[in-house]
């Protein structure tokens, strides 16, 4: 999930900003009325000092506080009930974004070939990946998973190197090498006082934190070059489209008895679960979205890169987690590699 602190689409601010040629063809042909109201909240927008600062930094703002909403859920809820439930909950109002911004929810200019690519990219990055996230959460808190979480930079630098044929440079590599201390170090910390973790918990925590990141990078890597030149909000539709269609085979690989869809029947958890999947899964996406069009990207993505902070910070304040020394310094080292890894 790794929500707007995420590179995906990072160097495509391109589409976003122009809306591609599939985003152009769509506003075409939008009534006159839609599209004079288009043309004024974007006019309004640019003419508001720092709009894209603001945008950019509330992305991994609002990705917190839906974090730490999601670790309070996943103590009823189980992840595969979480995240069957957060992504039908936000099809709707996704589809509603992706036409009041003038893009399609067709094929556009796309071959199916493509589109079945975008599929693919969103059955693992939110459908598989989400579900490893929440299980990651729920294993280890919201503290330690934003140290983890710090790991999918670095999967996306190693992955381009290797499938799309990018460099890395000397910095990127010691901001690797740093991440990999942080994420290694999370092994010999401790959990609260109410959650004792074991070393067991602490390494299978790292098992499925890395593994969440190794997906979602690969789901960015496979169409980050059909990324490049599509229609952000276009190409997100999709995506998600794709994370829907792998729900029924996440069913078939975990046993009946941990889908606890049952839970869901539970209002009192809908008062945490429902902001929790609309902050997480379509606020954040959105108010990224707009940093990205309206920001300079190195910008956007130095602010978007603060979600590590904003979530250890908030599982301190609001979930009692401990700030221990070992975790200030790991965090702290992770967040260095991660400007390092970004910037280098």
């Known amino acids: 999930m790794n929500g707007p602190s995420s590179d995906l689409n990072r160097g495509n601010h391109r589409g976003s900003g122009e ?10 042909n939008l009534p006159s009325t839609t599209l004079t109201l288009q043309l004024q909240l974007r006019a309004m927008l640019e003419d508001i000092p720092y709009i894209g600062e603001m945008f ?3 992305a991994p703002i609002t990705w917190s506080f839906a974090v730490i909403l999601f670790r309070r859920t996943g103590e009823v809820v189980p992840p595969v009930a979480l995240t069957t439930f957060k992504t039908f909950l936000v099809l709707p109002l996704f589809a509603i974004t992706v036409l009041i911004t003038g893009d399609s929810l067709g094929l556009g200019d796309a071959s199916w070939n493509e589109v079945f690519l975008l599929l693919v990219s969103g059955a693992l990055g939110l459908g598989v990946s989400d579900l490893l996230f929440f299980y990651t959460l729920n294993r280890v808190g919201a503290a330690l998973e934003s140290i983890l979480n710090t790991a999918y930079s670095p999967t996306i630098i190693v992955l381009s ?12 590599v010691l901001g690797v090498g740093l991440i990999l201390g942080a994420v290694l170090a999370v092994g010999w910390m401790k959990g609260t ?13 790292i098992a499925l934190g890395t593994t969440t990141a190794l997906t ?27 994370g829907i269609l792998s729900l029924p085979l996440l069913l078939i690989v975990f046993p009946r008895g941990s889908w606890g ?8 958890i809908w008062r945490v679960m429902l902001p929790g999947s609309i ?32 979530t250890f910070i908030l599982a301190v304040i609001l979930l009692g987690e401990p700030a221990t ?20």
């Open 19 to 28: 809306n591609g040629a599939n985003g152009i063809a769509s506003v075409r």
């Open 161 to 172: 190197v290797l499938f799309l044929g990018e460099t890395l440079g000397p910095i990127q």
């Open 325 to 344: 020394r070992i975790r200030i310094a790991g965090l702290a080292v992770g967040f260095a590699g991660v400007m390092l890894v970004t910037f280098g």
């Open 216 to 242: 979602q990078g690969v789901s960015v890597v496979t169409v980050k070059p059909l990324l490049e030149r599509s229609p952000l909000m276009w190409a997100n539709w999709w995506r998600l489209l794709g």
């Open 56 to 58: 950019a930094l509330a």
């Open 279 to 310: 902050l997480g899964t379509y606020v954040s996406l959105v108010v990224w979205l707009a940093g990205m069009k309206y920001a300079q990207a190195s910008v956007a993505a130095a602010l978007n890169q603060t979600a590590t902070l904003f």
């Open 193 to 205: 006082p109410e959650q004792s973790l074991t070393r067991r918990d602490l390494w299978i925590g």
């Open 261 to 268: 869809f049952r839970k869901l029947a539970d209002r009192h």
